[in-house]
């Protein structure tokens, strides 16, 4: 009996160790993040957009995720996904949203999560040829966002495809037979096709599902990135981001 009171006894303290540990008073994280609809994008449509002008289900769970672990943010969203990435990987107290986790990104960041998740997929014309598989694939010509998880992905699977600055684009070189599909992210496609009133679109191939995190800076304290998740865990608890609170998502 001792013996378990004093081992109970180690538990309370180690707990209220923790619970004391406390962030200096104006502790902040930067938070970064794009236009990658509909879990981040800027109200107002533009590349350049700050706090409460920045919607989506992404940015929704990451606040939600901040109020409950108690710690201080600003959030903006910028162009291009290329230079607040890096950005965000050689500068101190600074995050990044919504991101995917690879093998070769895993040791850049500590990740919170997942927030999200999606689909990658080749989008083609109503008449373009079907697809068994991606390696049927690399005898046509590929669009993708420059630095997106997407085009890394099939980048290590041996593609050379024509990377754009802005995804939208892809829509109109899809459409004029600059390239022969589009690979890309869904629902992101969907979005950026009914926001440019593009038809005849569809998806080709689905090749492998992904879930997004919250990526910080290594140099933010361990304690942050414990605190966020048991946010987030809490929150998932509830079905913050998931089919019973988000069934466009399903």
Known sequence: MRRCLSRSLLVCLLFATFARAELPPDYKVVLLTENFPPFNMADNNKNF????????????????????ADIKYTMTLRF???????????????GLFSTSLSEARKPLFKWVG?????????????????????EEAKAYRIGAYQSA?????????????????????????????????????DPVWRFYAKEQNATGLRTILSFHTSDLYLALNKDIPDEVVERLQAALDQMRSEGYGTCKKNPELC
């Open 149 to 185: 998880a997407v085009s890394q992905y099939i980048e290590r699977l041996g593609f050379t495809p024509q990377n754009a600055l802005r995804d939208q684009e892809n829509i109109r070189k899809l459409q004029s037979g600059k390239i022969d599909y589009w690979a890309t992210s």
């Open 114 to 134: 997942p927030i999200s998740k999606y689909e990658s997929v080749l989008v083609g014309l109503d008449s373009s040829a079907p697809l068994k598989d991606l």
């Open 49 to 68: 957009a700050r706090e409460k002008n920045i919607s989506g289900l992404s940015a929704d769970i990451v606040r939600e995720m901040f109020k409950r």
């Open 80 to 94: 291009p996904w290329d230079r607040i990435y890096n950005h965000t990987m050689n500068t101190a107290n600074h």
